[in-house]
């Protein structure tokens, strides 16, 4: 395989079906936008397997991804299971509506066609952390269990103390002491600690919120073996996502409770058939399911801060 183009000017542009058929002005704009300043090779594929054998003719080139969640999705699942992930450069111009694009507001990437394509080209790369599950699959934003509340309960937008670039003042007070607040401690709203304390809260807002607890839940909760909740003590859900190179897990006592907190390598939860909401996917039913925490795992290129 050849190395990537250090200077990343050459694209490999794979443009999601889906993408075309929902909103194919922005679809369009976002193309235009990147031949006009980079050397670009376009792909129209109509199917799973024309986006493996794209990517994985890629050569030099970096690979742009113009779709929804599901798209970017495939790219990085596919690179992580042929062990290609953390060498392949990647770049995204979200294109649909909320929350299709839910994941896109996690990772820091402009929902907007033109300015998501413009970070393209004038952007910086970074390495994120990511979680792998035991079945070889991949979560990039984060997963609850169980699933609960359907995607029209999907959160809203940031506030406007998140789009000036300051995390909202609860955020700031978020998990496992990711707090924010002035001074040395400032996060802008879509840096690793700030996306992670927003999206841990969303995830555990109470049954007013706009992600309302299930019913109760029996699951044994385990992080890197030790035991955060047990089935004779029902859950009301629980919240991992990728920070710092860890496993941040939370589990949302149904007793309402404070919730427990943990950080760790691995988490494995087990139960009675249950499913889970990963990326804003439901996925399951399973009876036991392993995340590993990757750190940098994956490249991806974000608006300079």
């Not at 542009?13 to 090779?41: F, M």
């Not at 003719?57 to 495939?74: M, Y």
């Not at 995830?203 to 699951?219: E, F, V």
């Not at 939860?269 to 996925?283: E, H, L, M």
């Amino acid at each position: 395989m050849s190395a990537a183009d250090p200077t990343g000017a050459q694209l490999l542009v794979v443009i999601d079906p889906a993408a075309r058929r929902v909103d194919g002005e922005s679809t369009r704009i976002a193309r235009d936008v990147l031949c006009a300043g980079a050397v670009a090779k376009i792909c129209l594929p109509n199917g799973p397997e024309e986006v493996a054998r794209a990517v994985a003719r890629r050569g030099r080139r970096r690979t742009v991804v113009i779709g929804d969640d599901r798209a970017l999705l495939r790219v990085v699942g596919l690179l992580h299971r042929r062990r290609e992930l953390a060498v392949a450069p990647l770049a995204w111009v979200p294109v649909g509506a909320l929350p299709a694009v839910s994941v896109a507001r996690v990772l820091g990437v402009p929902l907007s066609a033109v300015a998501a394509a413009r970070a393209v080209l004038d952007g910086a790369e970074r390495r994120l952390g990511l979680l792998a599950d035991d079945s070889d699959g991949v979560v990039l934003g984060g997963l609850w269990v169980p699933a609960g509340a359907t995607h029209r309960n999907t959160p809203g937008p940031p506030t406007a103390g998140a789009q000036r670039g300051r995390a909202p003042a609860a955020a700031e007070a978020g998990p496992a002491g990711s707090g924010g607040g002035d001074g040395a401690g400032h996060q802008s709203w879509w840096s690793p600690a700030a996306r992670t304390a927003r999206t841990a809260l969303t995830m555990l807002s109470g049954p007013g919120g706009r992600h309302p607890l299930p019913s109760c839940t029996r699951l044994r909760v385990e992080a890197d073996g030790v035991l955060l909740a047990d089935l004779d003590r029902p859950v009301g859900r629980v919240a991992v996502s990728a920070v710092e190179g860890l496993a941040e897990v939370v589990v949302q006592q149904r007793s309402g409770d404070e919730p427990v907190r943990a950080r760790a390598r691995a988490v494995t939860v087990s139960g009675p058939d249950f499913r889970y909401r990963a990326d804003n996917r439901i996925r399951g039913p399973v009876r036991t399911r392993t995340w590993t925490a990757h750190p940098e795992a994956w490249r991806l290129t974000l608006p300079r801060v």
